[in-house]
């Protein structure tokens, strides 16, 4: 899924899915085992991933921007509220999150987390309008993806208060 030289996301090739007749590549028809938990590897992706698995429907960036922000690391389906800070398409206010750290945030996604879940194929996302949404792949593995999500939050936990109980 990345370029092992440069660490960047790589591009999923054709064999990933067949071409559309306009010459873009289709979704690719499966996630690789490898591919699946390197993205479930970093918390952003998580959330992202808990957030459509919550919702099922596609999600403007800003709204996750600003939920990465807001939210620790340890994210799963059944903690996710069902609701994005500023989703009803009005940005969220200062007062959830500061300008600088729902930039910062926004860029990571767009750049970084929003490509990987991309190549991986889980996700399409339309830089353009900003705005994510599930493949065919997410939704056919959605339920294994909430209980890895859920079991991967409930590891996390369990090893927080171990730590904290030493």
């Known amino acids: 899924m990345t370029d092992h030289d440069t660490g960047h996301p ?3 090739s054709r064999s990933d899915g067949d071409a559309r007749a306009d010459g873009t590549a289709a ?3 499966s996630v ?5 938990f390197e993205v479930l590897a ?3 992706r998580r959330v992202v991933l808990s957030a459509l698995c919550a919702t099922g429907d596609d999600l403007r960036v800003e709204p996750l921007a600003a939920e990465l922000v807001r939210r620790d690391d340890a994210v799963s389906p059944a903690s996710f509220d069902g609701s994005l ?3 009803a398409d009005t940005p ?5 999150v500061s300008a600088g750290a ?3 945030a926004t860029v990571s996604l767009v750049h970084n987390h929003l490509p990987r879940l991309a190549a991986a194929g889980l ?5 353009d309008r900003e705005r994510v949404r599930p493949t065919a792949a997410f939704r056919r593995m959605q339920s294994a993806l909430e209980t890895l999500l859920e079991t991967g939050a409930s590891v996390e936990r369990q090893t927080v208060r171990t730590v904290d109980s030493r």
């Open 10 to 12: 790589r591009t999923p």
């Open 27 to 29: 979704e690719p028809s």
């Open 32 to 36: 690789r085992t490898t591919d699946l």
């Open 42 to 44: 970093h918390p952003d």
């Open 85 to 87: 800070a500023g989703d």
């Open 92 to 96: 969220p206010s200062e007062a959830t």
């Open 102 to 104: 729902l930039r910062s």
């Open 123 to 127: 996700v399409r996302f339309d830089r």
